[in-house]
């Protein structure tokens, strides 16, 4: 048995579908950002981060670095253990209730990141209910996935967002056994968004359970940053909702919330919360911060909903094949994994951004994107710039162009940056 050599022909499959994945290695720098310094080898230089889920740059805002540095100088760098042996510290049980009182639950129970949260609930929950049905959107996460496989449950697939399919599901499996409803509120690649209240509308009528992934929500939408079901006034018509600490509040980890009875029985079976490390107290208190700071603050929320719009519209003018999204994701389709891998390649190499090419499985085959997500950072000047750098990547690859009706202003901004592409 040569071990090696298989795994090398796993890689090398990878490698011959132009899938296989490469890094940038990059130095964030605090009070800069969307900048980065790019290392190569011995060699450094500074690009432009295009691709962050950092949405508001909450991971630079002094209040929240303040808090992570601050509360180590005091209680030091690791939480000391599992929460079961000796790990639960003040500022974690502080986070949780902020996070509680954030989506208007009774409670909140904190893991290692939203992954290890939608796979630890999920399958949990399932596996507690009798007879549980799972029914799931066609594009949940990958980590939904992992919770409803490692659960053992039956389950059916409704296709995205598609009411009347998930009716159908619910209606066959009658309203006395138990069901779950798992899905998210804003899909990542492609932007778009749940139904909630219909949804929520239909787990009534058919009695089921409700569990929602808002881990592209928390931070940026609703008057307090509780994500889409805030803004929708849903909150308390879904019975878990689910976050993460690392994206919209900038810092590391997941959560749920939710009624006591469901999160204690989580806290009490849930193997993936169970056995591993409680969150640091300096990592805690910085979320706490960053959630505190966006309770409060609409001003990120607004530039950040701004800077997104304009680069739609901009890069729309410019005549790019902008995927319709209903939110800050701004999906630009290449339709080929190989040219998608080339066209970061040149937006790095040649003008110094970094977008990470987003192939299968992340997405459809065919459906190979550059995944943009424009922060309150990203001002008009950097969005005109990656309009110019992206038009120059096309013509160098010959994708092809959309040709957009345009009013006058939108036509002038089309001619400045064909005319700075040189094209
Ligand atoms: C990123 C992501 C997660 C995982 O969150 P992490 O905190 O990064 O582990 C869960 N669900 C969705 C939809 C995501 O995009």
């Known amino acids: 048995m040569n071990y090696d050599a298989f795994f090398e022909s796993a890689v090398q499959a990878l490698q011959d579908e132009k899938r296989y994945r490469v890094f940038a290695e990059l130095e964030r720098m605090a009070g800069r950002f969307p900048t980065a310094l790019w290392h190569r080898g011995s060699d450094s230089r500074e690009i432009t981060v295009w691709c962050s889920n950092d949405y508001l740059g909450m991971g630079q805002h002094p209040k929240v670095i303040d808090a992570m540095a601050s509360t180590a100088q005091r209680m030091g760098a690791g939480a000391g253990g599992t929460r079961n042996i000796s790990g639960t510290n003040h500022p974690l049980v502080q986070l949780e209730n902020e996070l509680a009182d954030l989506h208007g639950k009774e409670a909140a129970l904190i893991f290692t990141s939203g992954y290890v949260s939608n796979e630890a609930a999920i399958s949990t929950i399932a596996k507690l209910l009798?007879?549980?049905?799972?029914?799931?959107?066609?594009?949940?996460?990958?980590?939904?996935?992992?919770?409803?496989?490692?659960?053992?449950?039956?389950?059916?697939?409704?296709?995205?967002?598609?009411?009347?399919?998930?009716?159908?599901?619910?209606?066959?499996?009658g309203r006395e056994r138990a069901k779950l409803i798992v899905f998210e509120s804003v899909y990542s690649m492609d932007g778009d968004i749940a139904p909630i209240e219909k949804i929520a509308d239909l787990a009534d009528k058919y009695n089921a359970f409700t569990y929602i992934d808002e881990v592209h929500a928390v931070g940026m939408y609703g008057p307090r940053g509780a994500g889409i079901c805030e803004r929708d006034g849903v909150m308390d018509r879904i019975d878990v909702i689910e976050g993460t600490l690392a994206k919209g509040f900038g810092v590391m980890g997941g959560y749920i919330t939710g009624k006591k009875s469901l999160v204690d029985a989580v806290r009490s079976y849930a193997p993936g919360f169970i056995f591993t490390t409680a969150l640091p107290p300096g990592l805690c208190a910085a979320a706490t911060a960053s959630i505190r700071h966006l309770k409060e603050s609409q001003v990120e929320r607004d530039a950040h909903q701004r800077q997104a719009a304009r680069t739609k519209a901009v890069l729309t003018a410019a005549g790019l094949p902008?995927?319709?999204?209903?939110?800050?994701?701004?999906?630009?389709?290449?339709?080929?994994?190989?040219?998608?891998?080339?066209?970061?390649?040149?937006?790095?190499?040649?003008?110094?951004?970094?977008?990470?090419?987003?192939n299968y499985p992340t997405v459809p085959r065919g459906t190979e994107r550059l995944r943009i997500t424009p922060t309150p950072f990203h001002n008009d000047e950097l969005i005109v710039q990656l309009a110019t750098a992206l038009v120059d990547v096309w013509q160098t690859l010959g994708l092809t162009f959309e040709t957009p009706t345009l009013m006058d202003d939108d036509m002038v901004l089309r001619q400045q940056i064909f005319r700075a592409a040189g094209g």
């Open 130 to 173: 009798p007879n549980c049905l799972i029914l799931s959107d066609a594009l949940n996460h990958a980590s939904m996935i992992h919770g409803i496989r490692s659960s053992g449950v039956s389950k059916q697939v409704w296709r995205h967002n598609d009411l009347a399919h998930l009716e159908e599901l619910l209606k066959a499996a």
């Open 322 to 358: 902008v995927m319709p999204s209903e939110t800050h994701i701004v999906p630009v389709l290449v339709g080929n994994p190989d040219l998608c891998k080339k066209a970061t390649d040149i937006l790095l190499e040649k003008h110094n951004i970094y977008i990470q090419p987003i």
